[in-house]
């Protein structure tokens, strides 16, 4: 195996010609986008394998390796090292990225951040070469996605990810034209997960396990990922929601008086864009049609 090093770590070639992984994803989502609870379920789809979830890779030309906020394995011992973790075949590694603080200081646009070119080519260096890999792309609706990063960011702060609101106004808009592009010209190597249809729809998590070569189990939508705190609104409620219970897509609710969330649904593409990818959600347009009839000209910028 061709291998190189790199501030003291093995790094395995890019021009190596061994599959480290069967199955490698690269999961792209907003914080707040039901990553997690779609993660652990894909993880349960290979139950019983070996596996080894990076969680909230830094963007650019980092070590996903090295360079995450939480690592999680399956049927892996938890005292690896990195360089034998790193050769080491895997059926799953998922490694994820989303919009961490550091995009709000650079400025920078979190799916171009996350998945520009050039980006293959650090995935395989420090990686290796996978089977099958795939780009997910996982979008939520923004009434509920902005609710739950806003009540978030009232109750304990940006947790290591981007604060300024009209950033994350931005780049769900960003993340959401590109899932539109994405289910009208599919590409062979990239999903979009729609949180809302994987949370309702059991023929759709049925289809996604088959692409995802996995076996079918739907026991994770049982419980609540820890990861990132749980549910924003853990503390207003006496049950934690799971995935799989009808109020996870209506938590807008919550927030329909407060004026910094308004200000977001009301921006004028939210709306257009949600129901392309959504459909009307129930309530939803009166509550826009309302925030712009009651709320000032200065108020909504």
């Given at each position: 195996m061709d291998e190189l090093s790199v501030a003291g770590s093995t790094i395995i070639s890019a021009e190596s010609t061994t599959?480290?992984?069967?199955?490698?994803?690269?999961?792209?989502?907003?914080?707040?986008?039901?990553n997690h609870a779609i993660i652990d379920w894909i993880i349960n789809q290979h139950a019983g394998q070996p596996v080894c979830f990076l969680n909230n890779v830094k963007h650019g030309d980092?070590?996903?390796y090295i360079h995450y906020r939480q690592k999680v394995l399956y049927g892996i011992d938890e005292d690896i090292?990195?360089?034998?973790?790193?050769s080491l075949p895997?059926?799953?590694l998922i490694c994820s990225y989303e919009d961490r603080e550091e995009l709000e200081s650079a400025r920078l646009d979190f799916l171009n951040s996350a998945t520009r070119l050039g980006m293959d080519a650090i995935r395989r260096r420090y990686l290796g070469r996978s089977q099958h890999f795939f780009d997910i792309l996982i979008v939520r609706d923004p009434f509920n996605c902005f609710a739950s990063r806003v009540k978030l960011l009232q109750t304990r702060g940006a947790m290591r990810g981007v604060k300024n609101l009209a950033l994350i106004l931005h780049n769900w808009k960003v993340t959401a034209r590109a899932a539109i592009a994405l289910e009208k010209y599919p590409e062979a190597n990239k999903i979009v997960i729609n949180f809302n249809r994987w949370v309702t729809d059991v023929d759709s998590r049925q289809q996604l396990s088959k692409r995802l070569l996995g076996t079918f189990s739907d026991e994770s939508l049982l419980s609540v990922s820890s990861f990132g705190g749980g549910s924003s609104f853990q503390q207003d409620q006496q049950t934690v929601d799971t995935p799989v219970q009808s109020?996870?897509?209506e938590r807008w609710q919550l927030m329909a008086a407060d004026r910094n969330y308004l200000r977001m649904i009301c921006d004028p593409e939210v709306?257009?864009?949600s129901?392309?990818?959504?459909g009307e959600l129930p309530g939803t347009r009166a509550l826009v049609n309302a925030a712009r009839n009651h709320m000032t000209s200065r108020e909504l910028t």
């Open positions: 599959e480290m992984n069967f199955l490698e994803l690269r999961v792209c989502g907003l914080m707040r986008s039901g980092n070590d996903p090292s990195i360089e034998v973790l790193r895997k059926q799953l109020n996870i897509l709306l257009v864009l129901e392309k990818l959504f």
